[in-house]
């Protein structure tokens, strides 16, 4: 029983005040992960945890593998070594029937946003409930219209064609689609890149709002400055293939590494402090 691993590792009861609730378990834990293509090395003994309820935001250089390390845990890139556990189980001993359950409790957000384009949005939104559960088409389009309202997207938006929308409303209309199963963990990836600033903090404010009203977890893969000060409860940084340090904004930015200065206190890291300051 791969819990019952857990329950002597010190991250196991691990407490954390996040955002004003304690959250004390851990839903995904990736323990010496391994990843290559060919010869190329991506991660070598990788280690990172999620907590319960808490945003972490995954940051680091380009192609130094945030999104590569997103879709190995949500199933798309298969590990060459190591572990992934997610909610308690470990994810190479599932079968294909219990990993299609433990995947149906993900929520996924790519960088393109990724809506069919021949769909409207309710028929975006609706696809998941109608492939993944028993609901009627009506049942479905019902509960889509319910997510497209909770990303803040007027009734009128539900029968329009992706092509017709703005960036920032692509973003919620794919974050509704994201929403659509109650997922327990939100994937996002680069969600606010392409989007004006404006556009940006408010997605940034919706994900927060929808997180302390649902409780879900989300793994945050982001260049957005902005971002990690306005919603992550904790940072981790990826770097020479494996997560340098996962821990608060401010002591991963007081951590002692180039890049981490660079990325934290170089111009753009500290106009985004001082607006994060400004916002309190
Ligand atoms: N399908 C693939 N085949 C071969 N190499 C790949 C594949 N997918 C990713 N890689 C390589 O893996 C490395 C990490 O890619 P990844 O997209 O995860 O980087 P990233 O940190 O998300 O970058 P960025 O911030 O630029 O989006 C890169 O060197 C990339 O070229």
């Not at 929520?107 to 993944?132: D, I, K, M, R, T």
């Not at 009506?138 to 539900?158: D, F, H, N, S």
């Not at 919706?206 to 919603?231: E, K, M, P």
């Amino acid at each position: 029983m791969p819990w019952q691993r857990y329950t002597s590792c010190r991250w196991a009861g691990d407490q954390r005040h996040i955002q004003g609730a304690y959250v004390s378990d851990t839903v995904i834990h990736i323990d010496n992960l391994e990843n290559r293509f060919g010869t190329t090395v991506v991660h070598q003994g990788l280690n990172l945890s999620v907590m319960r309820g808490e945003i972490l935001g995954v940051v680091g250089g380009s192609g130094t593998g945030k999104s590569v390390l997103l879709r190995s845990i949500v199933g798309l890139k298969p590990i060459d070594d190591g572990d992934i556990h997610v909610f308690g189980q470990r994810l190479a001993a599932l079968d294909r029937r219990q990993r299609a359950a433990v995947e149906r409790r993900f929520g996924v957000l790519f960088q393109q946003g990724a809506l069919y384009s021949s769909l409207n949005l309710l028929e975006n939104v609706a696809l998941p409930l109608v492939e993944h559960t028993p609901l009627s088409r009506p049942e479905a389009e019902q509960i889509a219209r319910m997510k497209l309202a909770l990303v803040g997207l007027p009734a009128g938006a539900a029968e329009q064609m992706p092509a017709a929308l703005s960036g920032g409303m692509i973003k919620r209309a794919a974050l509704a689609r994201a929403l659509a199963l109650d997922p327990d963990v939100l994937f996002l990836d680069e969600p606010t890149a392409g989007l004006d600033p404006i556009s940006a903090a408010r997605f940034d404010q919706l994900l927060l709002t929808l997180r302390d009203a649902l409780g879900f977890s989300v793994f945050l893969v982001t260049h957005d400055l902005d971002t990690l000060y306005s919603v992550c409860d904790r940072v981790a940084v990826l770097a020479r293939k494996q997560v340098l340090v996962a821990d608060t904004l401010e002591n991963v930015a007081a951590t002692q590494d180039d890049w981490i200065q660079d990325y934290f206190h170089g111009p753009r890291g500290r106009a985004a402090y001082a607006s994060m300051k400004e916002n309190r």
